[in-house]
């Protein structure tokens, strides 16, 4: 059974950065596709940024150059850089393995304050 295990998160300043990190255990595959998710309330899930097995990146136009995603599928692991933190960055962030098969973290608070 997989488990995903998020950390990181928080209350932060306008302009600040955080990371936030996340692993998946319990696979005895590695995961081709590792990305990060964000939820406002009210709003429908987007996605962040994505990792791919080839080493590939892709991102949010609201985040590009500002956000950095990276990841080891050895390992299982995803994290995301945030710096020049913005109000509008605060919402749940999620992370999300697949393929194979589709596991979702549980969610963490990111604060950004004016």
């Known amino acids: 059974q997989v488990q995903v295990v998020q950390s990181g998160g928080g209350l932060v300043q306008f302009g600040g950065s955080l990371r936030l990190s996340c692993a998946a255990s319990?696979?005895?595959?590695?995961?081709?596709?590792m990305a990060w998710y964000r939820q406002e309330p009210g709003k429908q899930r987007d996605m962040v940024a994505l990792w791919t097995g080839d080493g590939s990146t892709t991102y949010a136009d609201s985040v590009k150059g500002r956000f950095t995603i990276s990841g080891d599928n050895r390992k299982n692991t995803v994290a995301l850089q945030m710096n020049n933190l913005k109000p509008e960055d605060t919402a749940v962030y999620y992370c999300r393995f697949e393929a194979p098969g589709d596991y979702w973290g549980r969610g963490t608070q990111v604060t950004v304050s004016s």
């Open positions: 319990g696979s005895i595959f590695m995961f081709n596709r």
